[in-house]
């Protein structure tokens, strides 16, 4: 399933990227190569040989309407500056500037390349000007959607990266944490306390195996909202099934019950993120997140085992391996 | 209510100094060797990281693409008339959407419905709780299988989409149960 899902994304990803190209390429709804009528006040009066001068830019609305075919706020004034050399007058316009569409996506696109939204200025200016009408055209945009996904995919490559070794710390600390425990006999106490709980979830996990422990102790730290602790937790507990798998590259049914546990999350305390999100609101809310997390997780539960059961994903199942540790319990 | 969320701040405040104090504190009374034994179980830290990136790198590039083609905000607006017909607010649907794929993006979301409509509107009560009802399955799947290279998820996906389903009904469920 995850293989269709998985190639279902990037195709459709390259699909919707093209069309969208194709479409803008065929509305031309970037003008590449004409000029958008502009206004550009100087500050101070224009001086042919000044490299650089402050202006405001003014775009009409009708203009901009016609021009670009998009919808345009009313008042369009922008600061800016405009530069010149031997190849012409260039006009800039701020970074703060809030743009309408098109423009402010031709600005992200050519981002790369200028660090402002650059315009070549058609036609020049007299000397003394305070005031000038001429033509600015942008730079060509070509392929928006195509160079985004492409974007996206290095971007999140990195941010993946980033994610997984920022576990590094926490994820240390707790399977030191956890290795000493079972070292000391704590995990198999907590075995004997939760077994009657957890047994009808996991009947597949012999009596008194390690992995009942490490999953109540994910399960306690998912509650309490303690994203940090509960990740290496239910990798650990992840761990202590995988002993139970003779085929370690598939999932047991146990393990893709923990997943479905795991991804309902039984919630107390409400994830640090959406705290901060809603403030003081929260405190409403706290009451019927607890009821819906424990619908959906209930549901999640209950979906793992029925899918167990039918005839896509039956036999797929690997055969568990005799079990050692828990056979004086 | 108040008083539930104390206790429960307090005791989610208490139980990680608590246990990062206890286990040591208990394999010495059980006479183990602390120091040796948690070095060498945080040694695995650094591998389990490792081990999880490329389905990390795998799972989060094909979402940020499909995010950024275009394609999402069409399967929202196709989806629209289809879950509006078992009752789901329109405007919850780009939240029913992201939620399973990515979790700063259904922040993101519930920050956007805030700006739109307002902190006690009951749309907001509904994606919040959404939010806080499930996790984010395939950045779970990727990172509990990845740990331990489960490349055949079986039937993860579809019972981790039936919690996330379960959890969009729940919410606007007991949303509007609570708040009208």
Redesign the interface.
């Known amino acids: 399933?995850?293989n269709y899902?998985?190639a279902g994304?990037?195709i459709?990803?390259?699909?919707?990227?093209g069309v969208?190209d194709i479409r803008d390429f065929a509305r031309d709804t970037y003008r590449n190569g004409e000029a958008l009528p502009v206004t550009v006040d100087f500050e101070s009066p224009y001086d042919a040989s000044a490299r650089r001068q402050a202006v405001t830019v003014h775009i009409s609305e009708t203009d901009y309407e016609s021009f670009y075919n998009a919808d345009a706020p009313s008042a369009m004034v922008f600061e800016g500056t405009l530069f010149q050399g031997e190849q012409g007058r260039e006009l800039r316009f701020a970074n703060e500037a809030s743009l309408p569409e098109p423009l402010s996506t031709i600005r992200d696109f050519t981002a790369k390349r200028d660090p402002e939204l650059a315009a070549t200025l058609n036609g020049a200016p007299a000397a003394g000007d305070s005031s000038f009408t001429g033509g600015a055209e942008f730079r060509p945009v070509h392929f928006v959607?195509m160079n985004?996904?492409g974007?996206?995919?290095?971007?999140?490559?990195e941010?993946?990266?980033t994610?997984?070794?920022g576990?590094?710390?926490?994820?240390?600390?707790w399977?030191?944490?956890?290795?000493?425990?079972e070292?000391?006999?704590?995990i198999d106490v907590l075995v004997k306390i939760v077994q009657p709980v957890l047994r009808p979830i996991f009947p597949e996990i012999p009596k008194g195996h390690p992995a009942m422990g490490m999953i109540a102790l994910n399960m306690?730290a998912n509650m309490?909202?303690?994203g940090n602790?509960a990740?290496?937790l239910?990798?650990k507990a992840?761990?202590e099934?995988?002993t139970l798998n003779s085929d370690?590259?598939?999932?047991t049914n146990a393990?893709?019950?923990?997943?479905?546990l795991?991804?309902?999350?039984v919630?107390?305390?409400?994830?640090t993120?959406?705290v901060a999100?809603?403030?003081l609101?929260?405190?409403?809310?706290?009451?019927?997140?607890i009821?819906?997390?424990t619908?959906?997780?209930?549901?999640?539960?209950i979906?793992?085992k029925v899918?167990?059961r039918?005839r896509?994903?039956r036999d797929?199942?690997p055969p568990a391996i005799a079990d050692q540790t828990g056979a004086e319990a | 209510?108040?008083l539930?969320?104390t206790i429960?701040?307090l005791?989610?405040y208490l139980?990680?100094p608590m246990?990062?104090v206890g286990?040591?504190l208990?394999?010495l009374?059980?006479k183990?060797p602390?120091y040796e034994?948690?070095?060498?179980?945080?040694?695995?830290?650094?591998k389990?990281?490792?081990m999880?990136?490329p389905y990390?790198?795998?799972?989060?590039?094909?979402?940020?693409?499909?995010?950024?083609?275009?394609?999402m905000d069409?399967l929202i607006d196709g989806l629209r008339p289809v879950l509006g017909l078992i009752g789901v607010p329109p405007e919850m649907i780009p939240m029913a959407i992201v939620r399973p794929l990515t979790?700063s993006g259904s922040?993101a979301i519930?920050?956007d419905m805030?700006n739109q409509y307002g902190?006690?509107s009951i749309l907001?009560?509904m994606a919040?709780?959404?939010?806080?009802?499930?996790?984010?399955?395939f950045y779970?799947?990727a990172?509990?299988?990845g740990?331990?290279?489960?490349?055949?998820?079986?039937?993860?996906?579809?019972?981790?989409l039936?919690?996330?389903?379960?959890?969009l009904f729940?919410?606007i469920w007991?949303?509007r149960l609570?708040?009208s």
């Open positions: 399933m995850l899902i998985w994304l990037i459709l990803s390259l699909l919707f990227a969208s959607k985004a996904i974007g996206a995919a290095f971007d999140f490559a941010t993946a990266v994610i997984a070794l576990l590094i710390g926490i994820l240390a600390l399977l030191g944490l956890l290795r000493i425990a070292a000391a006999g704590m306690t309490l909202g303690l602790a990740t290496p239910g990798i992840m761990e099934l995988q370690p590259e598939t999932a393990e893709v019950t923990l997943l479905a795991a991804t309902g999350s919630q107390l305390v409400p994830p993120l959406l999100v809603m403030g609101q929260i405190n409403q809310l706290i009451f019927g997140i009821i819906a997390t619908i959906s997780t209930t549901c999640g539960v979906a793992a899918l167990s039918t896509w994903y797929s199942e | 209510m108040e539930f969320r429960l701040n005791v989610s139980v990680v246990l990062i286990f040591p208990y394999g009374i059980k183990v602390v034994e948690f070095v060498e179980g945080a040694k695995e830290g650094f389990v990281a490792v999880i990136i990390l790198v795998a799972i989060l590039f094909a979402i940020a693409m499909f995010r950024a083609s275009g394609a069409f979790g922040a519930v920050l805030i902190e006690d907001v009560k919040a709780t959404m939010f806080g009802s499930t996790e984010t399955t779970v799947i990172v509990y299988f740990a331990v290279n489960i490349k055949k998820t079986r039937h993860a996906v579809p019972a981790g039936v919690a996330d389903f379960a959890a729940a919410s007991v949303v609570l708040f």
